[in-house]
């Protein structure tokens, strides 16, 4: 009985062995599609303490642009809420309010001007197996990412909006995104796009969930002589933490506005 017993385990040794010699061996860096956990809220920080969310850090190098590139003025922002012709209203345009006062011009922020980068206003993202939204608090354009493989539109059946067409992966622990069909205009660091220009974007969270990277590469050869790349760093809303509430009428004209001076006394 013993020799049959320890034939039988030899057998079935034999048997898993053999058995473990077809099946499918793990492929290397599987576990670089884990699902990084970006729910929630995030609010972008200024490091360097200007306040100005549209540019960059001193210490980010500039795009280094083709000769033929350089060689097209930047683009502007063109008119609308708070605008004049893509410049700034002067102070006495600011006057030209109902109550024939003075007030500080926002820019407009009910135009829904969207956009890739966050400002200083918080954004919030929502992960699902087919999709991640990212949305911004106050009127402006979500960002939805699609995560099923789904390939880009045709740019000819793509009408290019301020958010574009965005596709997505997870890759060691961040989500990537890649998104084309985006308007033409400016991208920081003195950088420039077009509809058929590429944007790489990494979103990777820091060990403790905290704090998030974002690193942004613009890809284009007949903008730039090498891909545009920086980061930008945002931290997480703690608990306890909520959205502002927003509204947006554009029939009224104090949306253009965020200070209403007081009347001063004689």
């Known amino acids: 009985m013993k020799i049959y ?3 039988v385990v030899a057998g079935v040794g034999v048997l898993l062995l053999v058995g473990a010699a ?16 970006l729910e929630g809220g995030w609010v972008r920080i200024d490091f360097t303490g ?5 540019g960059l850090n001193d210490s980010v190098a ?21 605008r004049a012709g893509g410049r700034p209203l002067s102070f006495d345009e600011n006057r030209q309010h109902t109550t024939g006062e003075a007030y500080i011009v926002t820019g407009g922020g009910c135009s829904l001007p969207g956009g890739v980068e966050p400002n200083s206003s918080a954004f919030h993202v929502v992960q699902s197996n087919d999709e991640v939204l ?8 979500p960002r939805t990412i699609y995560m099923d493989g789904r390939p880009h539109p045709p740019l000819g059946r793509w ?30 660091g003195g950088g420039r796009r077009t509809p058929e220009t590429k944007l790489i974007e990494r979103y990777t969270p820091s ?13 284009d ?46």
């Open 50 to 54: 200007s306040g100005n969310y549209n």
């Open 62 to 82: 500039p795009a280094v642009l083709t000769p033929e590139a350089a060689k097209t003025p930047a683009p502007t922002r063109q008119g609308g809420p708070g």
């Open 221 to 266: 050869p007949k903008i730039y002589q090498k891909p545009h790349t920086y980061q930008l760093m945002a931290e997480r809303v703690q608990g306890g933490g909520w959205a502002f509430e927003d509204w947006c009428d554009s029939s009224d004209p104090t949306q253009q506005q965020s200070i209403v001076p007081p009347k001063q006394l004689p």
């Open 134 to 141: 990212i949305v911004r608090e106050g009127p402006v354009m």
């Open 159 to 188: 009408e290019p909006t301020a958010t574009g067409h965005s596709v997505g992966r997870y890759e060691s622990g961040a989500l990537v995104i890649e998104t084309v069909g985006l308007t033409a205009g400016g991208v920081p």
């Open 22 to 37: 077809f099946l499918p061996a793990q492929q290397p860096g599987a576990a670089s599609t884990a699902k990084p956990d």
């Open 5 to 7: 017993t320890t034939t």
């Open 207 to 219: 060990a403790d969930g905290k704090r998030l990277t974002m690193q942004y590469t613009w890809d």
